[in-house]
């Protein structure tokens, strides 16, 4: 039972992540394309976790926590930047 819900929420997150992706592409302003890349991150740290609880691994967890950093950092970045006109004052 534990496969197949690891299997469907596998899919179902990478579901989500191909969307957030065309989300990024075709987004209609900035802001949306910022809100989408920040899904996208968290999208893909959910997938990271998923696939260390099916293998059985504790090493993508501490990539899922790297990933989460830098998503963080750059969504931050990116709306600073889009609001002040820098990142830096």
């Known amino acids: 039972m534990i496969e197949w819900a690891l299997n469907f929420a596998l899919a179902a997150v990478g579901l989500a992540t191909v969307l957030c ?6 987004g209609p302003s900035a802001i949306d394309r910022v809100l989408a890349l920040d899904t996208l991150y968290i999208n893909v740290v959910a997938l990271v976790i998923l696939l260390g609880i099916q293998r059985r691994t504790t090493f993508l967890f501490e990539a899922a926590l ?7 950092v750059s969504t931050v970045a990116l709306a600073r930047y889009l609001s002040r006109g820098d990142v830096i004052e």
Request: proline share 0%; aromatic share 16%.
């Open 21 to 26: 992706g065309w989300r990024l592409l075709r």
């Open 66 to 72: 790297i990933v989460a950093m830098l998503g963080f």
